[in-house]
């Protein structure tokens, strides 16, 4: 399977993993909706973890507490961008194609989250509105979390013709008028610190989406296929 795989520090039964091509894992604009089954089943088998939940992202806010579905046979059921779990054995899968997929651990290793934060996302907060509900339900410290932000478009790439009316005076420090780019894992990673984030804690896979062939790019291909990353709390002995 094409996957890289992560590791919190001091965190053995949290793991990680984000996926990469050439194998899309998501259902939406795939060819062959048994090959995204397959591929999803081989992670599954590979990984150890047993419950598959996505969700029908829509680049907003909300989050979803102990999801329902086992979405690995089929499409997503619930829709949000968002997801935060207590159950061994169950993966929570963002899916992205440029867009910055954001996993959280609690340093007990008893609560994981994981976020789709596209740039609109990030416009909205969706990281601090997503720590502060992570914490709010299981009763944590923010400073107690750390957190990992995956493959996704680079500063490089990040263009925004449109920056005045997309995104605002607000996010003019992280804005270059020079490249018309967006600097979006650091915006990112200062929104995390504002929700109270350990800076330290907070991990980055710089690797760009649309620069790298390894991975899907919606600006770069102009197609819908998608990478999932994914994080589970370990079953016991595994």
């Known amino acids: 399977m094409n996957y890289i795989p992560?590791?919190?520090p001091g965190l053995p039964g949290v793991g990680c993993a984000f996926g990469c091509g050439p194998d899309t894992m998501a259902f939406t604009g795939a060819?062959?909706?048994e090959a995204v089954i397959a591929t999803r089943r081989a992670l599954r088998e590979e990984l150890g973890f047993s419950v598959w939940h996505s969700l029908k992202q829509e680049h907003g806010v909300y989050m979803v507490f102990e999801p329902e579905f086992d979405t690995l046979d089929q499409p997503s059921i619930e829709a949000g961008d968002g997801m935060a779990e207590s159950r061994p054995g169950r993966a929570l899968a963002i899916k992205t194609a440029d867009c910055q997929p954001v996993l959280l651990a609690h340093e007990s290793?008893?609560?994981i989250a994981a976020l789709h934060v596209g740039w609109r996302g990030n416009v909205a907060d969706m990281c601090g509105r997503s720590v502060r509900s992570f914490c709010v339900r299981y009763g944590l410290d923010p400073r107690e979390l750390l957190a990992v932000r995956g493959p996704s478009l680079g500063p490089g790439e990040a263009e925004f013709t449109a920056f005045e009316r997309?995104?605002?005076?607000k996010f003019r420090p992280w804005y270059d008028y020079r490249t018309q780019r967006v600097d979006l894992w650091r915006l990112t990673r200062d929104q995390l610190v504002a929700a109270g984030l350990d800076r330290d804690r907070i991990y980055g896979l710089d690797l760009c989406t649309q620069s790298l062939p390894l991975f899907f790019s919606y600006r770069r291909d102009?197609?819908?296929s998608r990478q999932a990353?994914?994080?589970?709390?370990k079953k016991e002995g595994v």
Do not use: Q, R, V, Y
């Not at 997309?166 to 005076?169: D, R």
């Not at 990353?229 to 709390?233: G, K, R």
């Open 166 to 169: 997309e995104f605002g005076e």
């Open 109 to 111: 290793g008893k609560f």
């Open 6 to 8: 992560f590791a919190f």
């Open 31 to 33: 060819s062959d909706p």
């Open 222 to 224: 102009k197609t819908t």
């Open 229 to 233: 990353s994914l994080i589970w709390i």
